[in-house]
T-cell receptor, first 115, second 113 residues
């Protein structure tokens, strides 16, 4: 019954370290999306999952970024060898996608700061 | 890439006044959606308008869509201090099978009591 949950809510890491961000979508939502939001900016699409497959990875900015989804539920976004330009809020959203026009339900995001 | 461009970038009004935000986009769409984001939070879906619709209402919200101009507007009537937030338009592009939305840069609305 709960909404989309993301953890951690805040993450500070040193440049060069790897980070994992977690998303728990709303139960039963087949579609899951990752977006990135830089300070004061709009949302930048990263990747979309339908079930456990990722038919659209077109927004991943480099091969340092990867994501997976298991059990048609939890998803993790991994950033390897973090850079300062990776600092942003990473937002996850899920939707039913059983019909066109299903809205996206967002989590509160993970604020990543790379020092 | 960002499809939507929103205007104005920031808007400051008094409680009780109406707020109008505009959005332009570049490609053909299935639908256009508006979302709201309070500071430090995720986005919340407000309203969706399909490409074959011209106007839609929900409470104090009124959305219009002009597909010939590739533009939309969001009107909030009788604004309240609690309406203070950032508002984003998002488009579901024609031919998009995955429901991926392309978001604009947002309008930051401040409603002063």
């Amino acid at each position: 019954g709960a909404g989309v949950s993301q953890s951690p809510s805040n993450k500070v890491t040193e440049k060069g370290k790897d980070v994992e961000l977690r998303c728990d979508p709303i139960s039963g939502h087949t579609a899951l999306y990752w977006y990135r939001q830089r300070l004061g900016q709009g949302l930048e699409f990263l990747i979309y999952f339908q079930g456990n497959s990722a038919p659209d990875k077109s927004g991943l900015p480099s091969d340092r970024f990867s994501a997976e989804r298991t059990g048609e539920s939890v998803s993790t976004l991994t950033i390897q060898r973090t850079q300062q330009e990776d600092s942003a809020v990473y937002l996850c959203a899920s939707s039913l996608r059983d019909r066109v026009d299903s809205p996206l339900h967002f989590g509160n995001g993970t604020r990543l700061t790379v020092t | 890439s960002q499809q939507g461009e929103e205007d104005p970038q920031a808007l400051s009004i008094q409680e009780g006044e109406n707020a109008t935000m505009n959005c332009s986009y570049k490609t053909s769409i299935n639908n256009l959606q508006w979302y709201r984001q309070n500071s430090g939070r995720g986005l919340v879906h407000l309203i969706l308008i399909r490409s074959n619709e011209r106007e839609k209402h929900s409470g104090r919200l009124r959305v219009t869509l002009d597909t010939s101009k590739k533009s939309s507007s969001l009107l909030i009537t009788a604004s309240r201090a609690a309406d203070t937030a950032s508002y984003f338009c998002a488009t579901d592009e024609l031919g998009n099978q995955g429901g991926k939305l392309i978001f604009g840069q947002g309008t930051e609305l401040s409603v002063k009591p």
